[in-house]
Each structure stands twice: as structure tokens, then as C-alpha cells.
């Protein structure tokens, strides 16, 4: 007569995370088999009827064959992990045995138990709220290649991460390797946290960022959990939103267009690559592809070292001027913003003043908008978004004067002398701040929306572009 094995789970290591049906296993059990270590913290729970039979670490196919043997006998056997016995414990074993057919057909069960990972996360708060995986960097039974695709495809994907046994005397270079991998797509400042012991007397808990934390604080008994783009620390605690509140909700009265701009920066910050960028360049960025759908803004964009943050200091002070070369860009600059701090738009495009120069002169018409308009607003931020011309004559005036304005966005679009104007100003600038989106592409509402990106800077950090739609 065949008997029962069942795997169980024995939680984190607090007796009060172990199930009632864990419990009842145990208390009913004929033989128990586990862990040396697992087994000692359980001899209350276990009959003094029931045999048991312990092992030291990396015996488990011992002990999967001796609780096989003990069922073949007909007994009610319990196989005990940590944790939960489906997550790196013994219950894939167990069946991978059973499903060889070498051992006879006894009964399987698999009783679930509280992982390390879901004990930590209760600790931090909610930091495994949203999508989630764990990753097992132990590479005794699986090559580390596969270990790190697995490793760079949740950094990619944005999931929340859990790390189990990120460290051993042996295995002690892995996490720092991990850390890197994740690096190449994660912004730095991710949140981490640091667990040892979950759920024990000692536990230990401490908070740090992907950039910053200490990979010789860990050992083999921590849980390393590392969140996504939009995870948070929020006091004590370790948020990952789940998105309640960027729910558009009609009966609150919320604006719809804001709610959807900023469910829609979110997805484009979770899909970002680039982890060198500044805050300010950043949110220039995600304006340019939020405006595309192009995700090789993110490569293209240039912008001097605080470029928008000193754009957005001089536009909300009041009074700033913006001097644009076509009056697309004018259009695309956001109403409400100029309204609220006093700025004012100028284009010269088609000022009776300028076809006369440009005649004169023999230049385009763009070219001679730039010249009036730096004669009559020398400290204004000039917006280039069609005429490479415009640039070009932008370059020369700050190469060969002393023209000074509060900066450049240079984004024209096109074939002829679109490229070269680009290269022009940013080789002419010198400490003038400016914007530049290199190659052919760009356009007007590129142009624009790296001034709104500017305008609402102060907003970024809670991911709210729309503010002034």
C-alpha cells in the first residue's frame, strides 16, 4: 500500500506564519523528513511517534528519496522547506521524482507557507504591489548566462525584484553583477530594501537605492527587494503604486486630459533607457516622446547641464520673453502657462520689417526674424523648431557677438542644413544653455513642447505634465 508525501511550507520562521493546514500536517504525520536546521525549529510540532530523518544542506535528493521510501512503507510522510516548499524548496523535487516513476506512485500534496519575499514586503509595506518576480542568483543548478537574461529581462521589463540567495562564502561577486545589469536600465535612484532574517527575532531592515547600496551588507539570509520606476519611499514605508489615483474619476471632477498625460509620462518613464540623464533633461525627454511616440528622442535630445531647470527658474519669474521662428511653435507653447507667469511670445516671421531686411540682405526670412528679434529681445529664449536658417544665424550672433539670451532650443526638421545647423550651435554656444535634437529630426511641436517641458519642471517629480491643458 502506497502512502502520502506532502510538502509543506513552514513560513519565514515566525511559528505564527506557519498555516493551520501546515500545522495539521505535521501533527498527523508518520514521518517527517527535512533540513537539519528547518527540523529543529519544529521538534515541538512533530508526534513522538513519527520517524524523522534530517540532512545537511545540499542533500535534498537524499532526502526526497527517503521520504519516498518511508511512503513506499505506507506512512503519511511531511517534507518540510522554509519558506514556501514551491518557491526554491523541495516540492519540484519531489514531483520531478514522482514524475520518473522510480519510487512507486504514492499520493502527492503541496501545501503552500509564507515566502521570505512576501514576509519582507509585509514588513516594508507594499513594495511588491505591482507586477513582481524573484530571482534566485544561486547558480549551483542553473548557468549563470541564464541567470543573468533573466536578471537583464526583469530589469527591462520594470518588474519589482526579489532577490534570493544573493550571496554565500562562495558565491560573492553575483549581487554586484546584478546591481550593474539592473543599472543599464534603472534609474539609480531606485528604491532597495535590505531584509535579514524576515520574520525572526533578529530581523534587520534598512533602506537604500539601487545606486547607492552596499552589496558587502548582504548575506546569505537577506531578501533583497528592488522596485520599479515608480516605486517610492513614503515615510517608513516601501510603495509600489498600484495606480488608484491615476484613475480618472468623472464624479470627483477631476480633469480628464491631465489624467491621461500622466498615466501616459508614467508608461513612457518605465520604458526609458537611458539612466545618465538629469531630472530636468528627463522630463525634457519624456516630453519629446510623449509628443512623437518616438523613443529615439531619448537618444537624440542634447541639453546643457541645467539647461531646463534655468529655464524654468527665468520663465516663472515673471516677465521672460520667448522669441520663436515660426508661428506653429508660438502655438504649441501652452496658453495658460504664459498667462500665469507674465511671458510673452514673439515671431517675426511675418513682420513687415523682416521680408524688407531679408531682401536687403540677401537672407531668408527666418534669418532676418533673428536678427530684429535679437536687436529688440536680446535676453529672450529662442525656440527654433522649422528654419534651419534661423539656427544657423542664432549660431553666428552668439559666435561672433555679444549676444547672450537665455538660451536656445534649436529643433528644425527637415534635409538641407538641418543637421549642420544643429552641429553650428552647439559648437557656437559656449555658456549659453541650450536644447538640441540632433540629426534630421525635430519639428515646431517638438520645439514647443521642450518649453512646456521647461514651464512644468516643477511638476515632475509628481509626474503631472498636464497641469496647465
Known amino acids: 500500500m502506497q502512502g502520502k508525501i506532502t510538502v509543506v511550507g513552514l513560513g519565514p520562521g515566525d511559528a505564527s506564519m506557519t498555516t493551520p493546514q501546515v500545522l495539521d500536517a505535521l501533527g498527523t504525520a508518520d514521518a517527517v523528513v527535512g533540513y537539519s536546521g528547518y527540523m529543529k525549529g519544529i521538534e515541538h510540532l512533530i508526534p513522538e511517534s513519527a520517524e524523522t530523518f534530517s540532512s545537511g544542506m545540499t542533500r535534498e535528493r537524499d532526502r526526497a528519496e527517503q521520504a519516498f521510501a518511508l511512503a513506499a512503507e505506507g506512512k503519511r510522510v511531511v517534507v518540510v522547506s522554509s519558506g514556501d516548499a ?15 516513476g522510480e519510487h512507486g506512485d504514492p499520493h502527492i500534496e503541496v501545501l503552500p507557507g509564507i515566502s521570505a519575499f512576501q514576509a519582507a514586503a509585509a514588513r516594508l509595506g507594499a513594495p511588491i504591489s505591482h507586477d513582481f518576480c524573484a530571482i534566485s542568483l544561486s547558480d549551483l543548478m542553473t548557468p549563470w548566462e541564464q541567470i543573468e537574461k533573466r536578471i537583464s529581462a526583469a530589469a527591462y521589463a520594470d518588474f519589482v525584484t526579489a532577490v534570493y540567495n544573493p550571496k554565500s562564502r562562495d558565491r560573492f561577486w553575483q549581487l554586484d ?55 517610492r519611499i513614503s515615510g517608513k514605508f516601501f510603495l509600489t503604486p498600484r495606480g488608484y489615483f491615476d484613475r480618472e474619476d468623472d464624479a ?46 531619448e537618444q537624440l535630445f542634447h541639453a546643457s547641464p541645467g539647461a531646463l531647470r534655468h529655464w524654468h527658474g527665468r520663465l516663472s519669474a515673471g516677465g521672460a520673453e520667448i522669441v520663436t521662428d515660426v508661428t506653429m511653435v508660438q502655438s504649441g507653447i501652452r496658453k495658460a502657462a504664459l498667462e500665469r507667469y507674465g511671458v510673452t511670445v514673439y515671431c517675426y516671421l511675418n513682420d513687415p520689417r523682416t521680408a524688407a531686411l531679408a531682401q536687403a540682405e540677401g537672407i531668408t526670412r527666418s534669418q532676418a526674424g533673428m536678427r530684429l528679434a535679437a536687436s529688440e529681445h536680446p535676453h529672450a529664449l529662442y525656440v527654433v523648431g522649422n528654419a534651419p536658417t534661423a539656427l544657423i544665424e542664432l549660431a553666428s550672433m552668439l559666435r561672433r557677438t ?62 503631472n505634465p498636464g497641469r496647465d491643458v
Open 177 to 231: 553583477r546584478f546591481r550593474e545589469l539592473f543599472l543599464r536600465h534603472r534609474d539609480p535612484s531606485t528604491p532597495v530594501a535590505l531584509v535579514r532574517n524576515a520574520a525572526r527575532d533578529d530581523e534587520e531592515v534598512s533602506l537604500t537605492s539601487l545606486g547607492s547600496f552596499d552589496c558587502e551588507r548582504v548575506d546569505m539570509f537577506t531578501v533583497v527587494i528592488v522596485g520599479n520606476s515608480r516605486s
Open 252 to 297: 470627483e471632477g477631476k480633469p480628464v486630459g491631465a489624467a491621461i498625460m500622466s498615466g501616459s509620462f508614467r508608461t513612457i518613464a518605465g520604458l526609458m533607457r537611458r539612466n545618465d540623464l538629469e531630472e530636468d533633461a528627463k522630463w525634457a525627454v519624456m516630453h519629446t516622446i510623449h509628443t512623437t511616440a518616438d523613443f529615439e528622442m
Open 402 to 463: 555679444s549676444f547672450a539670451p537665455m538660451g536656445v532650443v534649436g529643433a528644425p526638421v527637415g534635409f538641407v542644413n538641418v543637421v549642420e545647423s544643429k552641429l553650428r550651435l552647439r559648437a557656437a554656444c559656449g555658456n549659453t544653455p541650450i536644447a538640441v535634437i540632433e540629426g534630421r529630426k525635430g519639428g515646431s511641436g517638438i520645439a514647443a513642447t521642450i518649453v512646456n517641458a521647461a514651464f512644468s519642471l516643477d511638476e515632475a517629480a509628481a509626474m
Open 86 to 100: 514551491g518557491i526554491y524548496g523541495m516540492a519540484p523535487l519531489i514531483i520531478e521524482l514522482h514524475e520518473r
